[in-house]
């Protein structure tokens, strides 16, 4: 078992626009990249409740020529609002680091 900290060649956030975050997940290897995605390391039901949202706003998408995982959420306070904390969105992918990835014992990664 493995955290996706460990397997993740970058893991970042930052705005896309002032209404939403965007979480980018970065593999440089074709097998950790599917190890991830095809056990929805990062799914809807995961991110609603670590970020707090409604499922209906959470959206996650693989992209396999790049071997990215990207997530959309809205943020909760505009960027640059009295209520915002982080204006760029760049400090929110910290719920994700121990995320839990499983390889098989026959396959190792990286």
Not at 5 to 17: D, M
Not at 19 to 41: N, S
Not at 65 to 89: E, L, N, Q, Y
């Amino acid at each position: 078992m493995s955290t996706l900290a460990e397997v993740a060649k970058l893991i970042r956030s930052k705005n896309a626009g002032p209404f939403w975050l965007t979480l980018d997940v970065m593999f440089d290897d074709r097998q950790t990249y599917e190890a991830v995605r095809d056990q929805h390391v990062l799914s809807v039901e995961l991110i609603s409740r670590l970020y707090m949202q409604p499922r209906e706003c959470v959206r996650v998408f693989a992209h396999d020529a790049a071997m990215a995982i990207k997530v959309s959420i809205p943020r909760p306070h505009s960027s640059g609002s009295p209520m915002d904390t982080d204006v760029f969105g760049g400090q929110q992918y910290a719920p994700l680091l121990d995320l839990a990835v499983e390889f098989p014992r026959h396959q190792g990664h990286k």
